[in-house]
């Protein structure tokens, strides 16, 4: 086995990791090779990609976005960290994972900073009204500095070049209110992700017409978030709209502290 860069070729290489596990974000694996292709790294059993891990930098921390190995070659994950931490020695580092592999990462001296759900909408029915005055009012129209400015206040750190580029896509559907912002896009012909999604402070009702926006928009498939876990107005707002929780994580960090202000992040 071959542990080490992630090569220019990937892409068909990653058949049995997407067999696995289907919301594998190749889309966002790809963006962020072409960004910061020395922070992409892969396990290689020959030509097969057994395991894989991307990480973005941004101004306080690097976040390890994608993180995706074969079950049966359980090893991998820890190695594929460890070659991480040996490019990025004295870094902050911040990596969401399931519950059961963070006890891993404390071993490498993580620390769990806060528990999140990933909430799960199946194409079930939801009855609400979505008016023509409602879709002018989550149109997008001022999504940039909506963004830059909401986002600033909740990861108190300039994130602005990955919120306009570098996690957008081709099929990026991009709505926003004066006082929130969500971003959904496709992350395979079956799942929509929305990342990010984060509102002013007590914009509950901004909030419920950009989670309709994007029930009306992309409805068709399966959506997906993770949400804090112990924010309740949050989690009980997905539910409201027939999303189900259906996978455990925790947000786990190296070194320092994030600062981040979970109240206002309804989708990581």
Not at 61 to 74: A, D, F, M, P, Q
Request: glycine residues 4%; neutral net charge.
């Amino acid at each position: 086995m071959f542990i080490g860069y992630l090569k220019s070729d990937f892409e068909e290489n990653l058949e049995e990791l997407f067999t696995q596990n289907p919301l594998l974000d190749i889309s966002l694996l790809k963006q962020t090779y072409t960004v910061f292709p020395e922070y992409c790294f892969a396990a290689y059993e020959k030509t097969k990609i057994v395991g894989v891990l991307s990480a973005y930098v941004f101004e306080k921390y690097v976040y390890v976005n994608v993180l995706e190995v074969i079950e049966k070659y359980e090893d991998v994950f820890t190695r594929l960290i460890s070659l991480l931490l040996k490019n990025i020695p004295n870094e902050n580092v911040v990596l969401l994972v399931e519950n059961k592999k963070s006890i891993k990462l404390m071993e490498l001296g993580f620390k769990e900073f806060y528990n999140f759900k990933r909430m799960t909408h199946s194409g079930e029915a939801v009855a609400f009204n979505f008016s023509n005055s409602t879709a002018k009012q989550v149109s997008g129209e001022h999504y940039d500095e909506v963004s830059k400015r909401i986002d600033k206040k909740v990861f108190h750190q300039n994130r602005e070049d990955y919120i306009k580029k570098d996690c957008v896509f081709s099929n990026s559907l991009k709505l926003s209110t004066m006082h929130g912002f969500l971003h959904s896009y496709v992350v395979n012909k079956r799942f929509i992700k929305i990342s990010p999604w984060l509102m002013d402070s007590e914009a509950f009702i901004d909030a419920e017409k950009l989670l309709r926006g994007v029930l009306y928009y992309r409805g068709l498939k399966k959506i997906y978030a993770y949400a804090p876990a112990n924010e309740k107005e949050i989690i009980e707002l997905y539910q409201s709209y027939k999303f189900k929780i259906d996978g455990d994580f925790k947000l786990m960090y190296l070194t320092e502290l994030p600062d981040i202000k979970l109240e206002n992040l309804y989708g990581l």
